[in-house]
């Protein structure tokens, strides 16, 4: 018979009805969800982190040491990291504005991840987050102002804006798309409760206010609703007050926790929201539990390793990271895996070698990966989930040099052979067993309807696979497990074209027609998921247009939105599966360094990603979890 | 019945199952102070068999700590061991 778990506690068998709306509600648990509590005042300075289950009861056990003990400082976080920020600790100058981490899957010590924007961190306390972007309010230093970092790499933080109010002793509660900030020692007492979107950057809107005017409460979330935990006003409270982050207005009474309890550590999964430690009249070991969902008392959870104070605190279930939130769409699991994509070569109008890097999940500016082994522009991408490869391209004669990369290892090209023609401006496609291009020019007034391939685990020379339906160059490949798509182009002497025809990997033999895309054009960029193909951009003349098709059947090309800003991400499209990137581009003016990206499961606009190193032209973007490399 | 106040420290990263009530004011160590469970005849590190005794050992390790003034959290006073040992000691069962 089947076990129907607790939705607080996911193992067992769920009834789909009850995942989807979990999920749809935003109350999905997340099974093992792990709630750090790290440092603070014993009273003498600790860097002990301890740890406990969110989904079941117990005391907590010991995960590792901060690489500063510390007090007075926040915990943030996505699914994988738990980051703490800012505090004061024992020796002169006291104050700190030290970042670290660890890793949730691995007990240890933290490791340095960079610094706050201001050397005193001391009660920096107010956080939040979602799984792309944790915020922090920045402490003494400067009493009004919030700080962001991007929990997926490690570096300093970037000043994101201010609070409506200055003060320290700041409580946090988050949703994946709002951090909304309570409390405050200014120095009075404050209720104010003001709010930011984590999307964008910049000061505080009032949101509403607490209960009562106070400092040092610890905040906690679900994804809608944000719960503040006792405080101190100057009267020590057990209350719990709650509000709905989505909306604005005052907190309400929720329950009250075991103890009346000041500067405690608020933590969270989608369900269960935790006190734990804080100054009840000395330092304490308490949890206690209450459910964010129905409200209510709070009920003892278990102890604590240490006794303390001012301690921060994290989970990789809190409210910034379930994507459920607000009834938007559960993302796809990514079944590639991989997530990394890199761009190859380029002109700006300096011919490049450069390879440059996103990982496609994440938003942000590509970094440098290497370089190719020839500076070239208008080459094709090939990659599977370990290799990248970039075939021919102008230098600016053109070439069948086919160079790759390990795409987990940053560092330079490689040789890897030649293709059958030398040629650029041509399509690419892959699956993990095979790269193709297609089409293109070999020369002045000449293109080609040639397709080859190369075993892309083999290193050597391409071979013949077959011929496009119609002869032409600038046209662009995407990829299903099963089928290669060559869509658009520019057949010369003529125009742009609509057409678009495949082939299937897996059997060498000429292309056949697929069907048209929604405006006929030429340079244009593609991005895939294992059923879905979008194509973006190009030039008709430029244009911000992106239309898809679904890779296993023919048929014509459906609108999906728009680019940002219409411009020709030539070649320079890829995707994890889930989510596809279009980078750079010429807008019919300048080259661009503009990186886009879409869900591909749904449709809509484009969303700005960041930016290319440089502004550039005829890249070649690859990744090592496109749509060719999962299902199958 | 009764129980102890002791010394001790956590065993593989555990509370011990033997402690009630723990985890006070470790020293660099993590040697904290915590009460037993009633009835138990663990001493761990060291039996604290007084409040006395427990304050002595508190000012072994605990004569720089200071904490936030109550009156003024811009401001720090010295830690007051005799009240954190009057604290310890009120989880005695006699």
New interface residues.
């Given amino acids: 018979m089947a076990n129907y778990p607790q939705l607080d506690n996911s193992s067992g068998v769920w009834n789909l009805r009850e995942v989807y709306d979990a999920v749809m509600g935003g109350y999905w648990p997340n099974a093992n969800s792990n709630a750090l509590v790290a440092g603070g005042?014993?009273?003498?300075y600790?860097a002990?982190i301890g740890q406990f289950n969110m989904s079941s009861s117990g005391?907590?056990?010991?995960?590792g040491d901060l690489s500063l003990a510390r007090g007075e400082f926040g915990g943030m976080g996505n699914f994988t990291r738990g980051i703490f920020g800012g505090g004061v600790y024992a020796t002169s100058p006291n104050v700190t504005d030290t970042i670290d981490y660890v890793t949730f899957s691995t007990?240890g010590n933290a490791a340095d991840f960079g610094n706050l924007t201001n050397s005193n961190g001391q009660r920096a306390t107010g956080t939040g987050g979602n799984a792309t972007r944790s915020l922090i309010t920045i402490g003494a230093g400067d009493s009004n102002g919030i700080d962001y970092i991007t929990p997926t790499s490690v570096g300093n933080a970037t000043f994101f804006g201010d609070r409506t109010v200055s003060g320290t002793?700041v409580g946090g509660v988050t949703s994946p798309t709002r951090v909304c900030f309570g409390g405050a020692?200014t120095?009075s007492v404050s209720n104010i409760i003001d709010f930011v979107e984590i999307a964008t950057t910049g000061n505080a809107v009032d949101f509403g206010d607490l209960t009562v005017a106070l400092?040092g409460a610890g905040g906690c979330s679900s994804s809608t609703r944000g719960v503040f935990m006792g405080g101190l006003t100057p009267t020590f409270l057990t209350d719990l007050q709650y509000i709905t982050i989505a909306s604005q207005g005052n907190a309400t009474d929720f329950g009250d926790l075991n103890t009346a309890v000041r500067d405690t550590a608020g933590v969270s999964n989608s369900v269960n929201g935790f006190a734990s430690s804080g100054d009840t009249?000395?330092?304490d070991?308490f949890i206690d539990k209450f459910v964010i969902t129905s409200g209510g008392n709070a009920v003892d959870w278990g102890?604590?390793?240490?006794?303390?104070k001012n301690a921060a605190s994290t989970s990789n279930a809190h409210g910034g990271l379930n994507d459920g939130y607000q009834g938007t769409r559960p993302l796809p699991f990514n079944e590639a895996g991989g997530d990394r994509g890199i761009f190859g070569g380029g002109a700006n109008p300096t011919i490049l070698t450069t390879l440059q890097y996103v990982t496609i999940s994440s938003t942000g500016n590509a970094q440098e990966f290497g370089d190719l082994t020839l500076a070239r522009y208008g080459l094709s991408p090939m990659s599977n989930a370990t290799r990248g490869l970039w075939f021919g391209g102008l230098t600016p004669t053109t070439t069948n040099v086919i160079d790759y990369v390990t795409i987990s290892t940053q560092g330079n090209a490689a040789d890897f052979g030649d293709g059958t023609q030398s040629k650029q401006i041509a399509a690419g496609a892959s699956n993990n067993t095979r790269g193709l291009t297609a089409g293109g020019r070999v020369s002045s007034n000449y293109d080609t309807d040639v397709i080859d391939y190369v075993t892309i685990s083999t290193i050597g020379n391409a071979a013949d696979f077959g011929n496009l339906s119609v002869q032409r160059q600038n046209l662009v490949g995407s990829q299903s497990n099963s089928r290669a798509v060559f869509a658009g182009g520019y057949a010369s002497p003529g125009a742009g074209t609509n057409v678009i025809d495949y082939v299937t990997f897996s059997t060498i033999g000429n292309a056949t027609d697929f069907g048209d895309l929604t405006v006929a054009r030429y340079v244009l960029g593609g991005a895939s998921s294992s059923t879905r193909a979008t194509f973006a951009g190009g030039a008709t003349p430029t244009t911000n247009v992106i239309d898809y098709i679904t890779i296993p059947s023919t048929g014509n090309a459906t609108d999906f939105g728009d680019l940002t800003t219409a411009r020709q991400p030539y070649n320079m499209g890829t995707s994890n599966s889930v989510r596809g990137i279009f980078g750079g581009g010429y807008n019919g003016a300048a080259d661009t360094n503009t990186i886009d990206y879409i869900t591909i499961a749904s449709t809509g606009n484009a969303v700005d990603f960041g930016d290319m190193i440089t502004i550039i032209d005829k890249a070649a973007a690859v990744s090592n979890g496109h749509g060719g490399l999962t299902g199958g | 019945m009764a129980n102890k106040i002791v010394k001790y420290q956590?065993e593989g990263?555990?509370?011990p199952t033997w402690i009630e009530?723990?985890?006070?004011?470790?020293?660099?160590n993590?040697v904290?102070i915590g009460a037993t469970v009633d009835g138990s005849s663990e001493t761990g590190l060291g039996e604290l068999v007084s409040e006395s005794a427990v304050e002595t050992y508190l000012d072994t390790?605990?004569s720089t700590?200071?904490?936030e003034d109550p009156n003024d959290?811009?401001a720090t006073v010295p830690?007051d061991q005799a009240?954190?040992a009057s604290?310890i000691w009120s989880k005695k069962i006699d």
């Fill in positions: 005042f014993t009273p003498g600790t002990v005391n907590a056990t010991s995960f007990e002793y020692f120095p400092r009249g000395s330092p070991n102890d604590l390793t240490i006794a303390t | 956590l990263g555990t509370i009530d723990g985890g006070y004011y470790p020293d660099t993590e904290m390790y605990t700590w200071t904490e959290p811009n830690f009240q954190a604290y």
